[in-house]
């Protein structure tokens, strides 16, 4: 099975910052990398797919990079509705599915 | 726009089975899958299975195989998932989620509350 490891698992910023945040494949996926955005009491959100394709909808500041095994979702400008948690999902191997397991993101 | 609609909350005891449903508003699953994800109390997300209505095939995550089913009616436009042989370990939220060709989860019901509780 492939595994997906995100860092930081936790994050504290203040509105206006840029973050990053980095997801990691166990094996090569492409660009088979999918990000989502999840407040509490709410179901996930999808973000970013195929790595870097912004979701109809989705601000211009989440932007997604990367291929193979190392992907980052950047925020370029934090706003007080950023504060979530944040998944990344490998869909590679179609239909199974894995995803990291999180980064809360918090307000400094 | 899809709209998918679960049923309501469920409380169980040890040992029992929940049967948990997922109604697409649009009243088709066209070709897409639709796949089940768990979440317990302060965890991450969990991939538990999907089926592809069109083509009658399912897929499940090894830990859940054995115990869980997952069905779709596609005349009522209408997922089910059934987890069996229940444990506390199970309370979570279950999501049904319509999945796109390219694997990514586009749409999301609103989440069951399922609570395994003596």
């Known amino acids: 099975d492939i595994q997906m490891t995100q860092s930081p698992s936790s994050l504290s910023a203040s509105v206006g910052d840029r973050v990053a945040i980095t997801c990691r494949a166990s094996?090569?996926?492409?660009?088979?990398l999918n990000w989502y955005q999840q407040k509490p009491g709410k179901a996930p959100k999808l973000l970013i797919y195929?790595?870097?394709l912004l979701q109809s909808g989705v601000p211009s500041r989440f932007s997604g990079s990367g291929s193979g095994t190392a992907f980052t979702l950047t925020i370029s400008s934090l706003q007080p509705e950023d504060f979530a948690s944040y998944y990344c999902?490998?869909?590679?191997?179609?239909?199974?599915?894995?995803f990291g397991q999180g980064t809360n993101l918090e307000i400094k | 726009q899809v709209h998918l609609v679960q049923s309501g909350a469920e409380v169980k005891k040890p040992g029992s089975s929940v049967k948990v449903s997922c109604k697409a508003s649009?009243?088709?699953?066209?070709?897409?899958?639709i796949n089940w994800v768990r979440q317990a109390p302060g965890q991450g997300l969990d991939w538990m299975g999907g089926?592809?209505?069109?083509?009658?095939?399912?897929k499940y995550a090894q830990r859940f195989q054995g115990r869980v089913t997952i069905t779709a009616d596609e005349s009522s436009s209408t997922a089910y998932m059934e987890l069996s042989s229940l444990r506390s370990e199970d309370t979570a939220t279950y999501y049904c989620?319509?999945?796109?060709?390219?694997?990514?989860?586009?749409?999301w019901g609103q989440g069951t509350l399922v609570t395994v509780s003596t």
């Open positions: 989620a319509r999945v796109d060709l390219l694997g990514f989860f586009d749409y």
């Open positions: 649009r009243g088709t699953f066209d070709n897409h899958s």
């Open positions: 089926i592809t209505p069109m083509f009658r095939t399912t």
């Open positions: 094996q090569n996926i492409s660009s088979y």
């Open positions: 195929a790595a870097s």
């Open positions: 999902q490998q869909s590679y191997t179609t239909p199974s599915y894995t």
